[in-house]
């Protein structure tokens, strides 16, 4: 590991930090929760937090970032809103000797690396999120089924990787079929206006596969107003943890939840410790996500955002 940091900006030992937080949007409950994650611990360690909001534009996030470097904060955490479009601000921070670390999203492996051009990636492992929602819909429906997909954010990389590991996961059954896919921006009302158009479209799907509980939950609205009865008419899948959704498990109108933490405020800043001591830090921290159905949902909700 340590050769590797050869190439990366050096973090001084300091008994406080002034930490750059670039938040990709702020319009649903997991951001809402990852901020205030980072913003508790912040305040916990005494340090500065520098928070920007870049309301679903990748063009602001760049400049965001670029106003981070210009403040000369110590060390920046990045929630890349897309893969490729944020490739340019990881590589002016390094320019610039700013350590950064990529927080829940990833940008484009080819472009740019851990532990060469950021620190680390922290974050879940989103091919395995899909794989677990897949497969375990997969059997729960016996094999057969005609699924309506609602993709996150396009280029993003947990809708790159969740449509992936979906797909991997459904290969192994020749009877069902994504008969439906369209990004609903991982937003709820977006994901009920969706929904809504595909289903027309498709009255015969069985299934939803839903990249966010945002979405899932609007899907649900457009569902319901159709007279129909989601975890009866149409088998749900969905991935996050939101207490919506969580509820929704209990009373069965969503038959699986994926886990996907947002809850970064301290493995960010520990990681951000161990980095300025010299530490090893390896490239990819990832986090272990949960399945949730009817049967364990109840110990989660209390937990639940
Ligand atoms: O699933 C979604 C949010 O990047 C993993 O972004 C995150 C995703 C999360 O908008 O709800």
Same mark, same amino acid.
């Given at each position: 590991?340590?050769?590797a940091?050869a190439?990366?900006?050096?973090?001084?030992?300091?008994? !406080?930090?002034?930490v750059?937080?670039?938040?990709?949007?702020?319009?649903?409950?997991?951001?809402?929760?990852? !901020?205030?994650?980072?913003?508790?611990?912040a305040?916990?360690?005494?340090?500065?937090?520098?928070?920007? $909001?870049? =309301?679903?534009? =990748?063009?602001?996030?760049?400049?965001?970032?670029?106003?981070?470097?210009?403040?000369?904060?110590?060390?920046? &955490?990045l929630?890349?809103?897309?893969?490729?479009?944020?490739?340019?601000a990881?590589?002016?921070a390094?320019?610039?000797?700013?350590?950064?670390?990529? #927080? $829940?999203?990833?940008?484009?492996?080819?472009?740019a690396?851990?532990?060469?051009?950021?620190?680390?990636?922290?974050?879940?492992?989103?091919?395995?999120? /899909?794989?677990?929602?897949?497969?375990y819909?997969?059997?729960a429906?016996n094999?057969k089924a005609? #699924?309506?997909?609602l993709?996150?954010?396009?280029?993003?990389?947990?809708?790159?990787?969740?449509?992936t590991?979906?797909?991997k996961?459904?290969?192994? +059954?020749?009877?069902?079929?994504?008969?439906?896919?369209?990004? /609903?921006?991982?937003?709820?009302?977006?994901?009920?206006?969706?929904?809504?158009t595909?289903?027309?479209?498709?009255?015969?799907?069985?299934?939803? +596969?839903?990249?966010n509980?945002?979405?899932?939950? /609007?899907?649900?609205?457009?569902?319901? =107003?159709?007279?129909?009865?989601?975890?009866?008419d149409?088998?749900?899948?969905? #991935?996050?943890? !939101?207490?919506?959704?969580?509820q929704?498990?209990?009373?069965?109108?969503?038959?699986?939840?994926?886990?996907?933490?947002?809850?970064?405020?301290?493995?960010?800043?520990?990681?951000i410790?161990? +980095?300025?001591?010299?530490?090893?830090?390896?490239?990819?921290?990832v986090?272990?996500?949960?399945?949730?159905n009817?049967?364990?949902?109840?110990?989660? &909700?209390?937990?639940? +955002?």
């Amino acid at each position: 590991l340590v050769p590797a940091y050869a190439d990366l900006p050096k973090l001084k030992k300091k008994d !406080t930090y002034k930490v750059g937080f670039a938040q990709t949007e702020s319009n649903n409950p997991w951001r809402l929760a990852q !901020t205030a994650s980072m913003k508790d611990e912040a305040q916990k360690r005494g340090w500065q937090l520098v928070y920007t $909001d870049a =309301a679903g534009s =990748a063009a602001k996030q760049v400049a965001d970032v670029r106003s981070m470097i210009a403040q000369k904060v110590d060390v920046i &955490l990045l929630s890349p809103r897309e893969e490729k479009p944020l490739v340019p601000a990881v590589m002016e921070a390094k320019k610039a000797g700013i350590p950064l670390f990529l #927080i $829940d999203r990833g940008v484009d492996v080819n472009l740019a690396k851990g532990g060469k051009d950021y620190v680390a990636f922290i974050g879940s492992d989103f091919i395995k999120e /899909g794989e677990m929602a897949g497969e375990y819909l997969a059997k729960a429906v016996n094999g057969k089924a005609k #699924i309506i997909e609602l993709q996150g954010t396009v280029g993003s990389s947990p809708a790159n990787d969740r449509k992936t590991g979906f797909e991997k996961a459904i290969k192994a +059954y020749p009877d069902i079929k994504i008969i439906a896919s369209q990004s /609903g921006d991982f937003a709820r009302d977006k994901g009920r206006q969706v929904f809504e158009t595909l289903y027309q479209a498709h009255p015969d799907a069985t299934a939803l +596969y839903s990249h966010n509980d945002e979405m899932t939950m /609007g899907a649900i609205a457009a569902m319901e =107003a159709a007279g129909k009865v989601p975890g009866k008419d149409l088998i749900l899948a969905s #991935i996050d943890g !939101t207490r919506d959704a969580a509820q929704a498990v209990s009373d069965g109108k969503i038959l699986v939840l994926i886990e996907c933490n947002p809850k970064f405020g301290p493995a960010a800043f520990d990681a951000i410790v161990k +980095y300025a001591a010299g530490e090893a830090v390896a490239p990819r921290l990832v986090n272990t996500d949960r399945l949730f159905n009817k049967d364990n949902i109840a110990a989660y &909700l209390p937990e639940s +955002y």
